[in-house]
């Protein structure tokens, strides 16, 4: 199966963000990583996709995606990284774009360095359906398998570049010897005989569909609906007429295909449920139909106790090979909203959509709002049964719900020009970049209400004996008087004297957990040491910096409920110094640092007079320059010849010979 799709959604303007997962590359990895065991637990293999940063359709076939190490390995490759390594998908797919100047299908450093050497990974890599460029110079990174065929042509190509000396014939026996283990796998997987249990899967579709359903806001308590009395309103085309998965090479034929109109009639058990189109879903209807339109479904609504007005984007408005203008609703239903908010102040707005819309400042004018996303074939029985009560909402969003789109981190170099895109943001993408800019937010990442309320008590955090593992406690209890299920969530803050720049929060592990009215249970999620690391593009590698984090339990990114400090035990450093390192450089390194403090101890103990250490002007005057600079000046405590013995000794300790003090 060509997926599951995992890469970020860097811009919620990303015409392809409806089959991706998360802006968070823990939860995206979360997520992906399921759906490759089990579809490979039955029998299928996964095509992890699309290999790498691959966060736009704007000129996809070519753009270059141009970002620095630290966010491509941090953001980008992540969930890749934790998926490869963790779930053993047998495909990977690489991407159209390319990455620093370098297309993915001739790229040696991802394909094959990062990917095989690095990751260990030992699937095909095969190409998106036209990324191939020149067929010998993939197959030369690391690209197995072409899609789709070529007629031979391209077969051709590799033989007479065999033949000519310009392709050893050892890198294409390397690629048919994975051809072949794949293929192997893919035979010894099937289960052609076996029956699909159409109305399971149907089943299983719905409590899938039920989970993800995000109540986003619920004021005095206007949902859950009552299904044994009063007059219920369903307004909205896409009532009718479901949006259930997006457009493009994701489309799937449903086996069956539930509506929210019919749910709602059949949950109904003497409650009355009309309804009213209010808007076509084709924005070529003309006006005089619109505006008969949205006068009966006024009328409904002036007539009933409560309305649930069904908006969304219709297909053409978000696809795979575009990138979408903007994140509004369509301004006929925004006009509609406000007719029949005026007619009737009851109002629960139902949203379908594959990206965020915008949801300011009409937010503030409804009681009630409910995330539906594209929920599947059996997501109208979801959105029904979360209406009236029968299922108690859980889900909670996987990414920001921004004011405005300016708002975004990646909005000043998205999609980019003349075919580069700068991802200027580093980083801080969705929640990170929101919240280092302190930026108020529509809805925050991880934000999902329920029709009950949970109380967090009890925090711990302890280090496993090895230090290789953090474990977080928490208590929550059930506090109101519905059954209800709670996604715990956990985040790290870096230590408060960071060498990089680092986000006020990051995900770093989730829990749910249900509960019956007044149950309380300890919740508990492993963190591993590991995860607290950054990437150092100077280290080349990962790297967790000792000292004290703190550890952050919450509802979502805005609701922190609890919080803990651990202290974590640095790795050691890597770096190795030299004479052009800035002086607050060197005063970091942890070897290097007591080292050059104990030349300026000397130095002033041997009569010397105050050293520049002692005053905090100068020594953040100083802190900018290189030690080979400071090192010319007649009053420093290290000499030219100094600094050469210094980074000698550095050295020495990160290869393991020596330390400070020998």
């Given at each position: 199966?060509?997926?599951?799709?995992?890469?970020?959604?860097?811009?919620?303007?990303?015409?392809?963000?409806?089959?991706?997962?998360?802006?968070?590359?823990?939860?995206?990895?979360?997520?992906?990583?399921?759906?490759?065991?089990?579809?490979?637990?039955?029998?299928?293999?996964?095509?992890?996709?699309?290999?790498?940063?691959?966060?736009?359709?704007?000129?996809?076939?070519?753009?270059?995606?141009?970002?620095?190490?630290?966010?491509?390995?941090?953001?980008?490759?992540?969930?890749f990284e934790r998926i490869v390594r963790r779930d053993r998908p047998w495909s990977v797919m690489a991407s159209y774009n390319g990455v620093n100047?370098?297309?993915?299908?001739?790229?040696?450093?991802?394909?094959?360095?990062?990917?095989?050497?690095?990751?260990?990974?030992?699937?095909?890599?095969?190409?998106?359906?036209?990324?191939?460029?020149?067929?010998?110079?993939?197959?030369?990174?690391?690209?197995?398998?072409?899609?789709?065929?070529?007629?031979?042509?391209?077969?051709?190509?590799?033989?007479?570049?065999?033949?000519?000396?310009?392709?050893?014939?050892?890198?294409?026996?390397?690629?048919?010897?994975?051809?072949?283990?794949?293929?192997?796998?893919?035979?010894?997987?099937?289960?052609?005989?076996?029956?699909?249990?159409?109305?399971?899967?149907?089943?299983?579709?719905?409590?899938?569909?039920?989970?993800?359903?995000?109540?986003?806001?619920?004021?005095?308590?206007?949902?859950?609906?009552?299904?044994?009395?009063?007059?219920?309103?369903?307004?909205?085309?896409?009532?009718?007429?479901?949006?259930?998965?997006?457009?493009?090479?994701?489309?799937?034929?449903?086996?069956?295909?539930?509506?929210?109109?019919?749910?709602?009639?059949?949950?109904?058990?003497?409650?009355?449920?009309?309804?009213?189109?209010?808007?076509?879903?084709?924005?070529?209807?003309?006006?005089?139909?619109?505006?008969?339109?949205?006068?009966?479904?006024?009328?409904?609504?002036?007539?009933?106790?409560?309305?649930?007005?069904?908006?969304?984007?219709?297909?053409?408005?978000?696809?795979?090979?575009?990138?979408?203008?903007?994140?509004?609703?369509?301004?006929?239903?925004?006009?509609?909203?406000?007719?029949?908010?005026?007619?009737?102040?009851?109002?629960?707005?139902?949203?379908?959509?594959?990206?965020?819309?915008?949801?300011?400042?009409?937010?503030?004018?409804?009681?009630?709002?409910?995330?539906?996303?594209?929920?599947?074939?059996?997501?109208?029985?979801?959105?029904?049964?979360?209406?009236?009560?029968?299922?108690?909402?859980?889900?909670?969003?996987?990414?920001?719900?921004?004011?405005?789109?300016?708002?975004?981190?990646?909005?000043?170099?998205?999609?980019?020009?003349?075919?580069?895109?700068?991802?200027?943001?580093?980083?801080?993408?969705?929640?990170?970049?929101?919240?280092?800019?302190?930026?108020?937010?529509?809805?925050?990442?991880?934000?999902?209400?329920?029709?009950?309320?949970?109380?967090?008590?009890?925090?711990?955090?302890?280090?496993?004996?090895?230090?290789?593992?953090?474990?977080?406690?928490?208590?929550?209890?059930?506090?109101?008087?519905?059954?209800?299920?709670?996604?715990?969530?956990?985040?790290?803050?870096?230590?408060?004297?960071?060498?990089?720049?680092?986000?006020?929060?990051?995900?770093?592990?989730?829990?749910?957990?249900?509960?019956?009215?007044?149950?309380?249970?300890?919740?508990?999620?492993?963190?591993?040491?590991?995860?607290?690391?950054?990437?150092?593009?100077?280290?080349?590698?990962?790297?967790?910096?000792?000292?004290?984090?703190?550890?952050?339990?919450?509802?979502?990114?805005?609701?922190?409920?609890?919080?803990?400090?651990?202290?974590?035990?640095?790795?050691?450093?890597?770096?190795?110094?030299?004479?052009?390192?800035?002086l607050a450089e060197w005063l970091r390194h942890p070897v290097g640092g007591p080292l050059l403090m104990e030349r300026f101890t000397r130095a002033?103990?041997?009569?010397?007079?105050?050293?520049?250490?002692?005053?905090?002007?100068?020594?953040?005057?100083?802190?900018?320059?290189?030690?080979?600079?400071?090192?010319?000046?007649?009053?420093?405590?290290?000499?030219?010849?100094?600094?050469?013995?210094?980074?000698?000794?550095?050295?020495?300790?990160?290869?393991?010979?020596?330390?400070?003090?020998?």
């Amino acid at each position: 199966m060509l997926g599951p799709g995992i890469n970020i959604k860097r811009s919620p303007l990303c015409g392809r963000n409806f089959e991706y997962f998360s802006e968070d590359p823990l939860l995206t990895a979360e997520l992906g990583g399921a759906m490759v065991r089990g579809l490979q637990e039955a029998g299928a293999g996964a095509a992890l996709k699309h290999y790498a940063a691959n966060n736009q359709e704007t000129d996809r076939m070519r753009v270059s995606a141009d970002i620095d190490e630290r966010p491509l390995r941090e953001i980008y490759l992540r969930a890749f990284e934790r998926i490869v390594r963790r779930d053993r998908p047998w495909s990977v797919m690489a991407s159209y774009n390319g990455v620093n100047g370098v297309p993915l299908c001739e790229n040696t450093r991802l394909l094959t360095d990062i990917l095989r050497t690095e990751w260990g990974f030992d699937g095909i890599v095969m190409s998106d359906w036209g990324a191939v460029r020149d067929r010998v110079a993939a197959l030369r990174a690391g690209l197995d398998l072409q899609m789709p065929g070529t007629g031979g042509r391209t077969d051709r190509e590799i033989t007479a570049a065999v033949t000519g000396g310009d392709l050893d014939e050892s890198v294409l026996d390397t690629a048919v010897e994975r051809l072949v283990r794949f293929a192997r796998r893919v035979t010894d997987g099937a289960h052609a005989d076996r029956e699909t249990p159409v109305e399971e899967h149907h089943r299983l579709a719905g409590e899938a569909a039920d989970r993800c359903v995000v109540l986003l806001k619920n004021d005095s308590e206007l949902l859950p609906l009552d299904p044994a009395s009063g007059t219920v309103a369903v307004i909205g085309e896409l009532a009718r007429t479901p949006r259930y998965q997006g457009a493009g090479s994701s489309q799937v034929t449903p086996t069956r295909l539930d509506t929210p109109l019919d749910s709602l009639r059949e949950l109904a058990r003497g409650a009355r449920v009309d309804f009213a189109a209010g808007y076509a879903l084709l924005d070529t209807t003309p006006a005089d139909p619109e505006e008969a339109l949205a006068d009966e479904a006024v009328r409904l609504a002036s007539a009933s106790d409560t309305v649930v007005l069904f908006l969304g984007l219709a297909a053409q408005d978000e696809s795979e090979g575009f990138d979408r203008d903007h994140i509004d609703l369509p301004a006929v239903q925004l006009r509609l909203l406000e007719r029949v908010r005026a007619a009737n102040p009851r109002v629960c707005v139902v949203l379908s959509n594959g990206g965020v819309v915008r949801t300011a400042p009409w937010q503030a004018a409804v009681p009630a709002l409910v995330e539906g996303w594209l929920l599947g074939q059996a997501g109208g029985g979801a959105l029904a049964r979360v209406l009236f009560g029968a299922v108690n909402p859980s889900g909670k969003l996987a990414e920001t719900v921004p004011l405005r789109l300016e708002d975004s981190p990646s909005h000043l170099s998205f999609p980019g020009e003349e075919g580069r895109v700068r991802y200027g943001e580093g980083v801080f993408v969705g929640y990170r970049g929101y919240d280092a800019r302190r930026c108020e937010v529509a809805f925050p990442f991880g934000h999902g209400l329920s029709y009950t309320t949970f109380a967090y008590s009890g925090m711990s955090v302890v280090h496993s004996e090895d230090g290789a593992a953090l474990t977080v406690a928490v208590t929550v209890t059930n506090t109101g008087e519905r059954a209800g299920r709670e996604v715990v969530q956990i985040y790290s803050r870096g230590p408060a004297a960071s060498a990089v720049a680092r986000p006020p929060r990051e995900l770093r592990g989730f829990a749910p957990v249900t509960l019956a009215p007044g149950e309380s249970r300890e919740v508990v999620v492993e963190l591993a040491r590991d995860d607290l690391a950054y990437y150092s593009a100077r280290e080349g590698g990962w790297r967790v910096e000792g000292g004290d984090y703190r550890i952050e339990a919450g509802s979502s990114s805005r609701d922190i409920r609890l919080s803990a400090q651990a202290t974590v035990a640095g790795d050691p450093s890597r770096l190795r110094l030299s004479g052009r390192n800035t002086l607050a450089e060197w005063l970091r390194h942890p070897v290097g640092g007591p080292l050059l403090m104990e030349r300026f101890t000397r130095a002033r103990t041997q009569g010397a007079g105050p050293g520049a250490m002692d005053d905090p002007v100068m020594r953040r005057f100083l802190a900018g320059m290189p030690l080979d600079v400071i090192s010319e000046f007649p009053q420093s405590p290290v000499p030219p010849e100094g600094v050469d013995e210094l980074a000698a000794l550095v050295a020495a300790a990160a290869d393991g010979r020596g330390g400070p003090g020998e």
